[in-house]
């Protein structure tokens, strides 16, 4: 415990979390710049020391959360860091660490928090080093004690929760794909759920690689039927008070998905209140 303390007090310098970024909140409710979500909330633009945004989205297993904050950090000029690539990075290292990790994640449970807390932080180093600043989170915080570290060390200006029906997800998770060659994801299943009770039809079509990746797919090896039940349950064993945590905050955005990228990017756009944004990115292009 005393090494997460150690960890995440040195992750305040390391990261650019200190003074130098004024304190704030998100705070669902302002309303003067044109996200509310920007830069740490449009209330406070004006003061001297604006920053890039510092979001966290949540979901579980397959639910795209890779997907959206992916496009986001595109569109908003932010680092895009998924603590799961961190660990398959460190797993397909053969360092110290990856025997121990890939046994924790075939089994589709989760790594200490320690570890986890320590490989970002070294990518958060890494990237301020690069001159990067803001980021959105995926797949950190998954635990309360993650919460309360990240909370120590700096202000989360906005949680995003992506939720879909628990019948999408195991398929979503058994079709995933990555390029071994260009690292691009894809997901070749077909999902078709009929609406009930009060919840309208979802149906998403695959997301196809193009030919010159189609022989160079991967499946990822926690991607097993067994493993990703094993997953989705032990997310929503921890899920629920992490949502409490956000909530009781007033941070938590709640977004349930539509259907696939053409139905639920924009609408994702519409909620964050960045589809003007997204115009005028691209008339500036
Ligand atoms: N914040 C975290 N805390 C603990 N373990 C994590 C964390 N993020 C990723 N992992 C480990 O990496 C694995 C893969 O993570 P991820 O790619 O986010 O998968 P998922 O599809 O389950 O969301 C997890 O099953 C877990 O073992």
């Known amino acids: 415990m005393a090494r997460i303390v150690r960890v995440a007090r040195s992750s ?37 020391t604006d920053r890039n945004v510092q979001w966290v989205f949540l979901g579980c297993p397959g639910v795209g959360k890779g997907t959206y904050a992916s496009r986001l950090s595109s569109l908003l000029g932010v680092p895009h860091i998924a603590t799961g690539d961190l660990v398959r990075e460190e797993l397909a290292s ?8 890939s046994e924790i994640v075939n089994q589709g449970k989760l790594v200490s928090d320690e570890i986890i807390v320590d490989l970002l932080s070294k990518r958060l180093e890494a990237g301020e080093a690069k001159g990067e600043s803001g980021f959105i989170l995926d797949g950190f ?10 909370g ?19 398929d979503k998770c058994l079709g995933r794909r990555t390029c071994n060659q260009c690292g691009k994801g ?20 695959p997301l196809l690689p193009p030919p010159h990746c189609m022989s ?13 039940k094993a997953r ?49 990115q691209s008339a500036v292009a």
């Not at 130098?20 to 998100?26: D, G, P, V």
């Not at 160079?216 to 990703?228: I, Q, S």
């Open 12 to 48: 305040s310098s390391l990261f650019g979390f200190g003074n130098r970024f004024y304190s704030t909140s998100a705070g669902v409710s302002h309303a003067s710049s044109p996200s509310p979500f920007l830069h740490g909330g449009g209330a406070r633009r004006d003061v001297a």
């Open 94 to 101: 053969s360092g110290p660490l990856s025997q121990k990790l």
């Open 141 to 150: 915080p998954r635990t309360m004690r993650q919460a309360e570290i990240l």
């Open 152 to 170: 120590d060390v700096t202000d989360i200006d906005l949680v995003v929760n992506l939720k879909l029906p628990e019948e999408v997800l195991v």
């Open 186 to 205: 894809f997901n070749i299943a077909h999902i078709n759920l009929k609406g009930e009770n009060g919840r309208p039809d979802i149906s998403m079509d």
């Open 216 to 228: 160079k797919l991967v499946t990822r090896a926690d991607d097993t039927e067994e493993v990703v």
């Open 232 to 280: 989705l349950r032990i997310y929503n064993e921890t899920s629920q008070p992490l949502e409490d945590y956000y909530r009781s905050k007033g941070k938590l955005m709640e977004f349930d998905l539509p259907g696939g990228i053409p139905e639920s990017w924009p609408r994702l756009l519409e909620a964050l209140r960045l589809d003007d944004y997204e115009e005028k």
